[in-house]
């Protein structure tokens, strides 16, 4: 390859001369071309990653592109998994757990948080940490929500166990049975008071007989009081157990004493027309759980269908109460 040869325009004598680099210059040459194809390399290299990336970036980009896609995908199922939760936590409070007259789940049980605060923090420093966070705080409340769920069932579980003895204990025959009524003087709700004649709650059921008809324990359970009581007379409340309490006033003698067991269809007493009474009868409430309640919704194991049918009316009429 010939050499290069380089010339200087003299502008004294109007000639070019000839001129030698020195081995320095010709060094100096080499890396300023070698510098400059660099330069326009590197300016080249960025604007080809600007416009249209870099191989790893467009993985990289695609892979962020798919880890999103299956996140949404996820959360969206994760909340379709919240929604048949809040379906069974339902029909466990509004059904399964109401058979057996247990209280449903506390709401603030229920939906009580997860963690506490600085959680989720190590998820800040991965890539779309929002997202993360997110999809992990739902992960979390469907895993709390799926052990108090089955918790909960395990409560019905043992409740459900426990059902044949329970049944024994559930006050569901009436006191007085039919045989020996003349009547259902009163049912359970607002009625006339005998004595001031205004309206008032009446919170049981009034049963009219003759002095000394027998007066039967409506289900099992222990006898808590067989005494005077004011306004009842002579009274005897039966605790059940299972939150459940029945109570017999007006009575004119005890068969039992405060301790005794009890099992249903046994005589506990005999109407009469002890304390604020107006006439012979068996004044009769049953409470569940510290609550008085409609006793015609207990008559089940003693009546036909049509006979129950034609209680509830009869419990339902407005008329004078005898207490």
């Known amino acids: 390859m010939k050499r290069k040869i380089y010339y200087r325009y003299n502008p004294q004598t ?17 890396f300023r071309h070698l510098a400059s194809g660099i330069v326009v390399g590197i300016v080249g290299l960025i604007a080809v990653v600007y416009f249209f990336g870099t191989p790893w970036g467009r993985a990289q980009k695609k892979e962020d592109e798919l880890l999103r896609a299956q996140y949404e995908v996820l959360s969206k199922r994760m909340d379709e998994a919240i929604t ?55 992960m979390d409340y469907i895993a709390k929500q799926i052990y108090i769920q ?6 019905v579980l043992n409740l459900a166990k426990s059902q044949k003895d329970r049944l024994k204990h559930i006050p569901s025959i009436q006191p007085v049975p039919d045989r020996f009524l003349k009547q259902v003087a009163s049912g359970y709700g607002t ?39 004011q306004g009842y007379g002579k009274c005897i409340v039966i605790d059940h157990g299972y939150g459940y309490e029945t109570l017999y006033a007006h009575l004119n003698e005890y068969n039992v004493r405060a301790g005794q067991k009890v099992i249903r269809g046994e005589q506990i ?33 003693d009546l036909t269908p049509e006979e129950y049918d034609k209680m509830l009316q009869i419990a339902a009429n407005h008329g004078q109460v005898m207490d």
Not at 14 to 30: A, G
Not at 271 to 292: C, D, I, M, R, W
Request: glycine share 10%; proline share 6%.
């Open 14 to 30: 109007l000639t070019y001369d000839r001129i030698y680099p020195s081995k320095k210059d010709r060094i100096f040459t080499v």
């Open 84 to 138: 048949v939760i809040g379906d069974i936590q339902q029909r466990d409070d509004n059904l399964y757990r109401a058979i057996f007259h247990a209280d449903p789940i506390p709401s603030s049980i229920r939906n009580s948080g997860v963690g506490g605060i600085g959680r989720y923090d190590y998820l800040m420093e991965l890539s779309n940490p929002d997202l993360i966070i997110q999809t992990t705080k739902k």
């Open 150 to 155: 089955s918790n909960s069932f395990d409560d």
């Open 191 to 229: 009625r006339i008071d005998p004595i001031y004649g205004t309206p008032r709650f009446h919170a049981g059921m009034d049963f009219s007989a003759n002095i000394g008809t027998p007066v039967y324990a409506t289900g099992n359970g222990t006898v808590t009081l067989a005494d005077w009581k």
């Open 269 to 301: 007493g005999e109407v009469g027309n002890t304390g604020k009474s107006t006439g012979p009868h068996l004044h009769y409430e049953v409470h569940v759980k510290g609550k008085v309640d409609n006793p015609a919704k207990y008559y089940f194991m």
